[in-house]
C-alpha cells in the first residue's frame, strides 16, 4: 500500500481546508487510517483516526468539533475537513493506514502503522 496526501495551502485563521490521502492497493479498505501532524519544532502528534468500517473515528481533544474524517473505500481514499483553523494548526499532515487495534490507546503509537505518506504542509496564518 502507497499512500499520498494532498491539499496542502495557506489559510488565514477561521478558515478551511480538506486534506486526502490517496491509496494504492486493494486491501486498504480493512486499515485503520489515521492523521498525524508534526507543528514546527515538535514532535509528530495524532489528529483524527477512523477505523475500517468507516463509522467509528476519534479525535485528540484540540481539533474536537472543528476537524472530521471520513473515508470513501471505493475510491480508496480518506479525508480530513478541518474548519475553524487555527495557527497552532500549523504542521506538516501525514496520513497512515494500520491493521485495526482494539483499543484508543494504541492509535497513539507510530508503531502500530505499517503504511506512511510523504505528508503534505498546512500553514495557518494568524
Known amino acids: 500500500v502507497q499512500l499520498v496526501e494532498s491539499g496542502e495551502g495557506l489559510v488565514q485563521a477561521g478558515g478551511s481546508l480538506r486534506l486526502s490521502c490517496t491509496a494504492s492497493?486493494?486491501?486498504?479498505?480493512?486499515?485503520?487510517v489515521a492523521w498525524f501532524r508534526r507543528p514546527p519544532g515538535a514532535e509528530r502528534e495524532l489528529v483524527a483516526l477512523?477505523?475500517?468500517?468507516?463509522?467509528?473515528?476519534y479525535y485528540v481533544d484540540s481539533v474536537k468539533g472543528r476537524f472530521t474524517i471520513s473515508r470513501d473505500n471505493a475510491r480508496n481514499t480518506v479525508y480530513l475537513q478541518m474548519n475553524s483553523l487555527k495557527p497552532e494548526d500549523t504542521g506538516v499532515y501525514y496520513c497512515?493506514?494500520?491493521?485495526?487495534?482494539?483499543?484508543?490507546?494504541?492509535?497513539?503509537?507510530?508503531?502500530?502503522?505499517?503504511?506512511w505518506g510523504p505528508g503534505t504542509q498546512v500553514t495557518v496564518s494568524s
Open positions: 497512515a493506514a494500520g491493521p485495526e487495534v482494539p483499543s484508543s490507546r494504541y492509535f497513539y503509537q507510530e508503531t502500530r502503522y505499517d503504511y
Open positions: 477512523i477505523r475500517s468500517n468507516g463509522r467509528d473515528d
Open positions: 492497493g486493494r486491501t486498504f479498505s480493512r486499515y485503520m
